[in-house]
């Protein structure tokens, strides 16, 4: 079937001669603010470039935020609290700082999650799921679910409690599985990050 004249036509490489890295929908700046995503079938889709933009920034700065306060208390308030002599102390000061943090924790994976959803929606980007190719887009999200799960459900069902009377009962082995926790959780999260930055930009598609 013949396509239709549109500029973005003249800007775009044929689908056949997408490169196998190059990502499925590829952003056209054109004028009045508007990206143009050509999708292979050439298909138009229109998004508005700044909701995309902004969507994009409040993903971003969300993680920051919130793997960012992952990566301070994996690496720096628990190991310091697993020196402390005192189980009771260190117990009361975990629930302090973790108890504020979580709080946080709950509005920015909202955020970011809402934010996420709205851009794959914009790219229609939702046959990413059924490619494996997209490993990254399936990390993200899983690790998405994970937290939601522990902040969400898990904890305020039982988790919490669970893990006081453990504590009570043997600090030492109640904070080194805590630690472990945290550092599974943040690793894969990191793992996350990276590829993101760099399946965004058609790297690291493997398959
Ligand atoms: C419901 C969960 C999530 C959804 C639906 C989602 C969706 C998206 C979408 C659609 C993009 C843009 C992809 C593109 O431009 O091709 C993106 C980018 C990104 N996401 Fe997520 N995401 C989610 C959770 C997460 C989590 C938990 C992390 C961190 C561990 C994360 C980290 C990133 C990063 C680093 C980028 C790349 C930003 C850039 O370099 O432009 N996302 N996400």
Known sequence: ??????????????????????????????????????????????????????????????????????????????PALRRLPSGEERLRLFEAIEGRFSVQARVVTLATGIAGIYMVQGLDAWGRYLDLSFWWFHLMTIVWLVFTLVLFVLEPLFLNRWFKSFAERDSDRAFRLLHRFHVLLLTVSLIAIAGAVAGVRGFLRFG
């Open 1 to 78: 079937m013949r396509r239709p004249y549109h500029p973005t036509y003249a800007l775009r490489p044929t689908s056949n001669a997408l490169p196998k890295t190059a990502p499925t929908y590829v952003p056209y700046r054109l004028d009045g603010g508007l990206y143009y995503l050509t999708k292979p079938k050439g298909d138009i889709v229109f998004m508005s470039a700044w909701s995309l933009a902004l969507a994009r920034i409040i993903h971003v700065v969300g993680i920051v935020f919130w793997i960012g306060g992952v990566a301070f208390v994996t690496t720096i308030v628990i």
